[in-house]
């Protein structure tokens, strides 16, 4: 994985033909502009897969139901 440091306005180009845009940080939400040719398909993790995956919240200790 990489991780970058981006400012509001600030953007990131991936494969020469989509850029992504800080366009607003409010606390810890952070506001993503996307431009990319319409053949290009964005859509949010949560929407893609069945049965939505829950990402662990690291500042809370594993619940040991949810291994069974």
Not at 9 to 28: L, P
Not at 32 to 40: D, K, Q, R, Y
Request: net charge positive.
């Amino acid at each position: 994985m990489l991780v970058l440091t981006r400012k509001i306005g600030e953007s990131i180009i991936i494969a020469d033909n989509i850029r992504v845009t800080v366009v607003d940080i409010r606390g810890s939400q952070v506001r993503l502009g996307f431009t990319a040719p319409e053949s290009v398909r964005i859509q949010r993790q949560e929407i893609c897969f069945d049965p939505p995956v829950v990402m662990p919240n690291p500042s809370q200790p594993p619940d040991p139901a949810a291994t069974k």
